[in-house]
């Protein structure tokens, strides 16, 4: 029921354009709350062929590659209460099985690392993305506490009007050094905890968290051995 629910979000999201796509499914507000549904897709096709490696064995450095990230949530908010689940399941497809050369060339690209993770030329995932509870304003106005997995993005812990430096922060300061990978293809969450004072003036947040695999990874299984402070 599961696959067969993603494989028709999956066609109807491509139908709404053939990059990306982010859809509500539903909303519903009553006395008691707000619930709602969202959908979202990631399609992407990629061609490496500009790496010049000697030739001898599994050096090729011309092929392609593809993969479709589907994620369904749901959501749901009270008074200072937030409740909120992601399942996401990713298919890459067309990975190369000759392109991680010998050193000092190793994998020519990101097929090939994909590829050198599960020694498959397909990799399949389905998972929980994100998964958290969030208590806001609580105590005092703008503290809140979020516990579960969730996506951090270390920089963009404050947000700004002006585009210019919006840019600049997404762009040259956030994900340094704590990030979702979000740019791959499985990308990665945290497991852990946050806490947040966010006032006009500064905004003081603290996370403790474990890591989960992904990146290049087609699972987001814990690692415990990583404690992020």
């Given at each position: 029921?599961?696959k067969r629910f993603f494989i028709t979000l999956t066609a109807l999201l491509i139908l709404s354009s053939p990059?990306?796509?982010?859809?509500?499914?539903?909303?519903?507000?009553?006395?008691?709350?707000?619930?709602?549904?969202?959908?979202?897709?990631?399609?992407?096709?990629?061609?490496?062929?500009?790496?010049?490696?000697?030739?001898?064995?599994?050096?090729?450095?011309?092929?392609?590659?593809?993969?479709?990230?589907?994620?369904?949530?749901?959501?749901?908010?009270?008074?200072?209460?937030?409740?909120?689940?992601?399942?996401?399941?990713?298919?890459?497809?067309?990975?190369?099985?000759?392109?991680?050369?010998?050193?000092?060339?190793?994998?020519?690209?990101?097929?090939?690392?994909?590829?050198?993770?599960?020694?498959?030329?397909?990799?399949?995932?389905?998972?929980?993305?994100?998964?958290?509870?969030?208590?806001?304003?609580?105590?005092?106005?703008?503290?809140?506490?979020?516990?579960?997995?969730?996506?951090?993005?270390?920089?963009?812990?404050?947000?700004?009007?002006?585009?210019?430096?919006?840019?600049?922060?997404?762009?040259?300061?956030?994900?340094?050094?704590?990030?979702?990978?979000?740019?791959?293809?499985?990308?990665?969450?945290?497991?852990?905890?946050?806490?947040?004072?966010?006032?006009?003036?500064?905004?003081?947040?603290?996370?403790?968290?474990?890591?989960?695999?992904?990146?290049?990874?087609?699972?987001?299984?814990?690692?415990?051995?990583?404690?992020?402070?």
């Amino acid at each position: 029921m599961i696959k067969r629910f993603f494989i028709t979000l999956t066609a109807l999201l491509i139908l709404s354009s053939p990059a990306s796509a982010n859809v509500t499914l539903f909303t519903h507000s009553t006395d008691q709350g707000e619930l709602w549904a969202s959908g979202e897709i990631v399609s992407r096709y990629e061609n490496w062929n500009w790496f010049e490696p000697p030739p001898e064995s599994n050096d090729n450095n011309d092929y392609d590659y593809y993969f479709i990230r589907s994620r369904l949530a749901l959501g749901y908010k009270f008074k200072c209460l937030e409740a909120f689940v992601q399942i996401q399941d990713t298919h890459v497809g067309g990975l190369p099985n000759n392109s991680v050369a010998a050193p000092t060339a190793g994998p020519l690209g990101f097929g090939a690392i994909y590829y050198a993770h599960r020694k498959k030329t397909d990799s399949h995932g389905t998972f929980v993305k994100q998964g958290y509870l969030r208590l806001q304003n609580i105590l005092f106005d703008g503290f809140s506490l979020m516990g579960g997995r969730f996506d951090y993005i270390d920089g963009m812990e404050v947000t700004y009007g002006n585009p210019k430096i919006m840019w600049l922060k997404k762009v040259r300061l956030a994900e340094r050094l704590i990030g979702p990978f979000g740019w791959s293809a499985f990308t990665r969450s945290f497991d852990g905890g946050q806490i947040s004072l966010d006032k006009d003036l500064f905004n003081i947040t603290a996370m403790v968290s474990h890591p989960t695999e992904g990146g290049f990874e087609n699972d987001h299984h814990t690692i415990s051995k990583i404690t992020l402070v």
